[in-house]
């Protein structure tokens, strides 16, 4: 696959996934994978708002709607989440 067909293409769950990992970390969370809580691994409300503005900028607007963060926040919840909400993640982007 070229770089220019990578780009158009949707993101997958392991993307979006290693994507919601790096930026906890550049949050300052101690995260392992996937199966991280982002509460229990030391995250803030006002991280919290981060990662969902960041969602938000990174996927479009309510990527990552709060209520869902707070009901699924285990890292890979939270790339579902997103996967499912967001349009530049999901099957219809590009």
């Keep these: 696959m070229s770089a220019a067909e990578a780009a158009h293409r949707p993101a997958t769950q392991g993307e979006i996934e290693q994507w919601v990992i790096g930026l906890c970390r550049e949050l300052g969370l101690t995260v392992e994978g996937a199966a991280s809580d982002f509460f229990a691994a030391g995250g803030t409300s006002l991280q919290a708002m981060r990662l969902i503005a960041a969602a938000e900028e990174r996927f479009g607007e309510d990527a990552l709607p709060p209520d869902d963060l707070y009901e699924h926040s ?16 999901g099957p219809d982007a590009g």
């Design 74 to 89: 285990a890292l890979g919840e939270i790339a579902s989440v997103i996967l499912k909400s967001a349009p530049a993640a």
